[in-house]
């Protein structure tokens, strides 16, 4: 399994002074084009003209579908579908990029001490946040007996094999905290490939931009916890931006908010963040490491991303403060503190 290579710095608190830009030209206009898919809306934003969009809108659209039939873990037949279905039974072969994308996802659960766990699937259904209408919040006797399943070191990867084996039934594999990320990687890729330079694209949380917006970098919000606007934003090209947020999916029961970011040592929603958005040059890594970040809150997860290279984070903590790695201090601005609320 390939390892980060790591270096350690502090976290910063940032000042909720607002800084004036001098620069007030309107962005450029975008031709755009948007399907569903992976349970989210993917999204393209091409600045300037593009020599057949529509034919790369059709090209991106059909590799975030050849992707959703290889990772879904709610499809039998899908790959990830038939290594759940082996699980305390049999090994079973996967193609080379599901399994290099679970060497991936072991890996950063390695690197956050399974703050990220793609074993934390064992616990769907327990939990249901309204998706179709009905809220759970289960007892502690069923939190528990699946949260004994989850434990990203059991997971057997035999590279010369190229196969997985989860040892216990009941243990479940789910990617849906960094399939998106590669996805939109790979579709980034389509676009470069077909001359396509100045660009957004957007899957659920995660966001990745390219070149320029007219004469002008990017502008991304990032999103008030509390609140229905961004409380900050930056300029960025060439960047993922991912976020993990407890205003998602929730529901209120007796005053506490419970959501759908489960931590892995409890069973339960985490408690130390309300939103965790990481930058970084590629979308894989933003989307498993924001999940990571949000789990952990802000002393650890700051520090975490400030060892790794090209990696920037901003947590707003459960104290409703917020944190950001020291190469976001001079680049963020930050309109008005996050909401206090609830």
């Not at 766990?117 to 769907?124: E, G, I, N």
């Not at 917006?213 to 934003?233: E, K, M, S, Y």
């Not at 998602?248 to 963040?273: C, M, N, V």
Request: include cysteine.
């Amino acid at each position: 399994m390939r390892t980060l290579a790591v270096t350690a710095m502090l976290a910063t608190v940032v000042s909720c002074a607002p800084r004036s830009r001098p620069d007030f030209t309107p962005p450029a206009p975008l031709e755009r084009c948007a399907q569903p898919s992976m349970g989210t809306l993917v999204e393209i934003g091409v600045a300037g003209q593009v020599v057949d969009f529509e034919g790369a809108c059709v090209a991106v659209f059909a590799e975030f579908a050849r992707l959703e039939g290889l990772f879904s873990e709610w499809r039998p037949e899908s790959e990830l579908g038939r290594v759940n279905a082996s699980a305390g039974v049999v090994p079973v072969a996967v193609s080379p990029e599901v399994f290099a994308i679970l060497e991936r996802a072991l890996e950063v659960s390695a690197l956050s001490n399974g703050a990220f766990d793609p074993t934390f699937a064992a616990m769907w259904g327990l939990w249901t946040f309204g998706d179709d209408g009905v809220k759970t919040r289960p007892t502690a006797a069923a939190v528990e007996s699946r949260r004994r399943l989850i434990d990203w070191r059991k997971v057997q990867l035999d590279r010369k094999a190229s196969t997985v084996f989860l040892p216990e039934k009941g243990m479940k594999l789910g990617l849906g905290g960094i399939a998106k990320g590669y996805a939109t990687d790979r579709a980034v890729a389509i676009l470069r490939d077909r001359g396509v330079r100045d660009f957004s694209l957007k899957a659920g949380g995660e966001l990745f931009v390219s070149g320029h917006r007219g004469t002008r970098l990017w502008r991304v919000g990032l999103q008030d916890p509390r609140g229905r606007d961004p409380f900050a934003a930056i300029d960025l090209t060439d960047s993922a931006f991912d976020t993990s947020g407890d205003y998602e999916r929730f529901f209120f029961d007796e005053g506490e908010r419970w959501h759908h970011i489960i931590d892995p040592a409890t069973g339960y929603p985490a408690r130390r963040s309300r939103s965790a958005t990481v930058l970084a040059a590629d979308a894989l890594t933003a989307d498993a490491l924001d999940t990571a970040l949000f789990v952990m809150g802000p002393a650890e997860g700051i520090a975490l991303a400030e060892r790794l290279p090209g990696v920037e984070a901003a947590i707003v903590g459960s104290d409703g403060r917020l944190y950001v790695t020291s190469g976001l201090v001079e680049r963020l601005d930050v309109f008005h503190a996050p909401t206090n609320a609830p």
